[in-house]
Structures are given as C-alpha cells and as structure tokens.
C-alpha cells in the first residue's frame, strides 16, 4: 500500500515568498543564488545546486550520479534557456509532491528574466537605432551639400530621424496591440515616408493574414483610416499577394495590375506601382506593410523602402512587445 506524503505548509509558504522576492533581485546569478538558499529545506533532497544559461557546469558529476537521485528542473522561455536548479534528492517519495510547485516557481523565473532580457536588448537596438540615425543625418547633410537638395532634403532628414525616435518611443511606451498599430502607422505616413499605408499581421496557427490597418494621408494633411480593405483576411498557403510576402519574406514591387490582387480592386493598381515590405522578427515575417506610388515616384519610392530596416527593426519589436503582453 501506497503511502501519501502530505505536504509541507511550511515550504508551500516558502516557495510562495521565494516568487515574491526573486523580482526585486538584480541579475540572474544572485536569484538563482537566493532560490537555492530558500529552497534547501524542501522534504526529500540533500543539496541544491544551479547552473547559468546552457552551460552544465558539472556534467561529468551528473553522468556518474544516478538519474533518480538528481532532478533537474529548466528555465527556460520559448527556445532560450535562462539556466537550471539541480536537486540531490535522497528521498523521491518525499520529493515529488512539490515537482508542480517548483516547476512553476522555474517558469514564473523563466518569465521574469526573458522580460529583462527583452528590456535589455530593446535599450541597445534603440542606442545602435540613435547612432544610426546619427551617422544617417550626417550622411544626407553631406549629399545635401553634394547634390544641392537644399531645404526638402533636410526636411525629409528630420521627418525620417522624428519618426525613429517616435517609433523607438512606442515601443517602449504602450503593449496595447490595437494603440502600436494605430502609432506606428501614423508615425510612418505623418512622416511622409508615403502617403499611403496598409499593415497586414500573419497568424500562423490559424494560417491567414488579416489587413488590420489601412492609413491615407488626404491632401489637407489629416490622416484617414479604415479604407475597405481593413478586416480582410486570406489564407497562407493561397497564391495573394499579401500571403506571398509573408511566405517568402522578400519585397515585392508590382507595376500596374497582378492576378495576385483582389480582382475588385482592379481599378485602383492601373497607373500605379504597389509594394509589399515584409517587417521581420528574425526570420520570421511578423507583419507586411504595403503602399503604392505612381510610375514617376517609383526611384525615391525605392530609395525610401531601402532607408526602412531599422525603422521595421522597431516595428517588429514593438508587435513582439505587445503580443508577448497579450499573451
């Protein structure tokens, strides 16, 4: 017969203080360095240990040791690994009813320091963002001279660094899905990096990608949004041209009409070129921005689209950002 091993009271409280202490603790070495000091009273082990990142600081020991004698327990968010709490356990009986607690303490660890790490990584994508668009306007300063673009030209300089550093700060600023959307785009068109813009999201597990905002610039200068092909959706696998880009992550750059559009818009892509710009996360394609110029503005179209990646580096961190927050 079976015996039940209660639970200890005790180390539940324990465990529960450990996860409302860990936030306040500087890096990853010392929480880890704190867990394995509250933790050293669970029922059932003889010492705990951690190891950082995917590096087993001891893996010569763990082959020697008996598996059922070491539990080991990851930390890790998606495919990153933050590191690992080791436990020697001398009575596995006694051990196992707080596997679930503990596994939950790793993930609520996992999440706290993937949030940091994220934090950390957006701060320097924006320092390297701000030296760019440094070295940028010294660059148009210097063609202005060359060339004698005169005051457009510096104008378009000040638009595009106004709309890094808009862009930059709505990353930082709101994890609303809905409120980026509606920035980003109206940073883009208000910048006058074109005049028109639809955004377009993939989702992978239900294999579409939906028009979710559709921006114009009128002629007195107000912004319009929600023009008819907002809400539309089409399958991944389906030869549109939307679903194309996000397959394939390249640029698209379309001279008047293409069987890849919907047929009732045929009207409008006559006189006019369309682009599709695939905005990355890594490899993977998180969004597709698409606008369209005439023939005449195809060369400062492209120019423009050419100038873009480090704006659509901000764009996919702050759809990351929000999506991460709507999870």
Known sequence: MNRQNPLSAETIG?????QSMVTHLPDKEVALSF??????????????????DEHHKDA????????EQLQIFAIKSGGYEFGELIFYVSDSESFSPYHPFLDNLCQMLAVIFEERRQRSLNKSII?????????????????????????E?????MRLESAYQQIAQTTLSSLDMSTVLDRLGEHIVNAG????????????????????RNIRRLNDG??????????????????????????????????????????????????QISYFIPVKQEEQVVAVLATGSTIEEKAETLRRIDALPYLLDQFAIALEHARLYED
Do not use: M
Request: charge should be negative.
């Open 14 to 18: 324990q465990i529960a203080l450990i």
């Open 127 to 151: 320092e390297d963002l701000e030296k760019r668009v440094y070295e940028r306007t010294k660059e148009l300063e210097l063609e202005i001279g060359e060339r004698k673009l005169g005051e």
């Open 35 to 52: 867990v394995c000091r509250g933790l050293v009273d669970v029922p059932g082990i003889e010492k705990i240990d951690f190891c950082l």
């Open 153 to 157: 030209a510096l104008r378009e300089k």
């Open 60 to 67: 010569e020991q763990r082959s020697s040791k008996n598996q």
């Open 193 to 212: 990096i074109f005049r028109s813009l639809a955004i377009s999201l993939p989702d992978y597990e239900s294999n579409c990608v939906e028009v979710v």
């Open 222 to 271: 107000s912004l319009k949004f929600g023009v008819p092909d907002a809400g539309k959706e089409c399958p991944l696998d389906s030869s549109n041209i939307l679903a194309e880009t996000v397959r394939t992550g390249e640029t698209q750059v379309i001279v008047g009409w293409d069987e890849r559009f919907d047929a009732q818009y045929h009207r409008y892509y006559d006189k």
